[in-house]
């Protein structure tokens, strides 16, 4: 891009030159090489067109996942979490094994125990993780020897990723001296389900949070 000074003002195509006022000044760039139509059929963008969906799927998924936590996600107190999510959501998509180069999903990722490592490895911002203070197993929270938190909220999630949508159940569960809580099963084994866990001290503040 360069400025041009002229008596004569030129707005539009000249050649291989684009001619158009930018910020009061007369700017000169050269025609863009991007065809819209090359990108849609010609063979040699095929690779760009499969990591072009993908990203897609996996900006929507990431924002929907987001979207049902956000009462959660705004004790985080990170700018540069919806960048860091969605790094997540890509590495998660990569382990579908399942599907062609161009339509791997994050749902397929779930299935795998690598997938799960990755969501429950997530930290949430400045908030500890989940897993410092409890682990689940077949429904059944387990509180570590050293966690102090006086109830923790665990959210059930249902994913849709054909249609972007999540279904969900919240349930508050209260020690008691216990070291394990078993809660509902609201949805079939046959769905993907993730879970997510906060922990709560005596003031109702969190303390932990993520997926278990």
Not at 148 to 173: F, G, P, Q
Request: hydrophobic residues 35%; aromatic residues 10%.
């Amino acid at each position: 891009m360069a400025t041009y000074e002229s008596v004569i003002k030129i707005t539009g195509a000249v050649g291989d030159l684009v001619f158009y006022t930018l910020n009061g000044k007369n700017v000169v760039r050269k025609k863009s090489g991007f065809n819209k139509a090359a990108f849609k059929k010609n063979p040699s963008y095929e690779k760009v067109r499969q990591n072009s969906s993908e990203f897609g799927h996996c900006s929507k998924m990431g924002k929907m996942i987001r979207k049902s936590l956000e009462v959660y996600i705004k004790e985080a107190g990170d700018p540069l979490l919806y960048q860091k999510f969605a790094k997540v959501m890509t590495a998660i998509k990569d382990l579908d094994t399942i599907s062609e180069r161009g339509k791997r999903t994050v749902e397929n990722g779930l299935k795998t125990e690598e997938g799960r490592k990755l969501l429950r490895d997530f930290q949430w911002g400045t908030v500890r993780k989940v897993s410092d203070g409890v682990r689940m197993e077949d429904q059944i929270l387990y509180k570590n020897d050293h966690c102090t938190s006086e109830h923790a909220l665990i959210m059930t999630m249902k994913l849709d990723a054909e249609n972007y949508n999540i279904e969900s159940n919240e349930e508050i569960v209260h020690w008691n001296q216990q070291q394990d809580k078993s809660f509902k099963k609201y949805f079939s084994e046959d769905d993907i389900l993730i879970y997510f866990v906060a922990l709560k001290n005596e003031n109702d503040k969190i303390t932990h949070m993520g997926f278990v």
